[in-house]
């Protein structure tokens, strides 16, 4: 899981890096009844050259 404060790249920029500054849930709507479904995230990133943008939890991957 990602975290606040992890250095990430994104899957389709690899070579840009930069730290997650905030997590905020998307709600996922679902259309099935009687089962639960949880939360997405859009994960708040400050890239290295100073910008920032906000991206799926699936495009985006902890750098270690």
């Known amino acids: 899981m990602v975290k ?3 250095r990430v790249s994104l ?3 690899i070579g840009k890096e ?3 500054i905030k997590l905020t849930p998307v709600r996922v709507n679902t259309s099935f009844t009687g089962g639960t479904s949880s ?3 859009r994960i708040h990133i400050q890239w290295d050259d100073g910008t ?3 991206e799926k939890l ?3 991957m ?3």
Do not use: L
Request: no cysteine; charged share 15%; glycine share 10%.
């Open 4 to 6: 606040v404060g992890n």
């Open 39 to 41: 939360n997405s995230w």
């Open 18 to 20: 930069g730290t997650v």
């Open 11 to 13: 899957f389709h920029n």
């Open 52 to 54: 920032t943008s906000a």
């Open 62 to 64: 902890r750098i270690d």
């Open 58 to 60: 699936s495009d985006v």
